[in-house]
């Protein structure tokens, strides 16, 4: 399989992940339907779900700055998930929740199974930019992207929670008003999140060639 060997970071868009791309845009073919009736369509307003659709646009198109944005965006979030579902594997608790529907029985299995893209997208993502190269406006378009998901995000069921608009995960906190809620969030995925994961990639990751 081509697409598995390493490549040089140069190579032409259209000869990129010929057969991966297509494995992707199957697997979405199913996620996405399945995601959309069970949990609705404004579940897609999470920064987990959202970097889906992002990464497989970045593996269709071959574009290193959507690629870069989604490992800046998916390494650190989608550990946390891993790390809370361990959490209540192995202690029974949840180690900061967000992933109780995981063990919600009203779902069938395989639905739920599905939600285990947490562990696939950040190493799809990771392999990708180290085959394409890491652009560093990624953290600017990851950054800029969370804005408007936060706000939107903060406009629907605050018993949701979605992208912890509404309640803090760390403190359980509803900071007021609701703008300065929104300002600590974005803070800490920028400051806390964001930025490290974007410092680490640009010490470890080949650069992507300048056109």
Known sequence: MDEFRTAPVSETRQTEFPRLR????????????????????????QLCDLGVLLT????????ALL???????AIVINSIWVLDVVSR??????????????????????VRLLSLYHIAVPVLA????RRKGYDPRGFLLQ?????????VSRLLDPAKNVNFAHVDPILR???????????????????????PTHRILLRVMPPCPKK
């Open 89 to 110: 594997l192995v202690t029974n608790h949840h180690l900061i929740g967000g992933t109780e529907y995981m063990w919600d029985a009203r779902y069938p299995l395989w």
């Open 173 to 195: 906190i509803s900071f007021q008003p609701a703008p300065l809620h929104l300002a600590i969030i974005l803070f800490c995925l920028i400051a806390v999140l964001y930025w």
């Open 143 to 151: 950054s800029a992207l969370a804005i408007p998901v936060l706000i």
């Open 22 to 45: 297509w494995a992707c845009m199957l697997g979405l073919a199913v996620w996405f339907p399945t995601y959309a009736v069970v949990w609705g369509f404004g579940n897609f307003v």
């Open 67 to 73: 690629l870069s944005s989604q490992a800046v965006g």
């Open 126 to 129: 990771v392999w990708a930019v």
């Open 56 to 63: 497989v646009a970045g593996i269709w198109t071959g574009s």
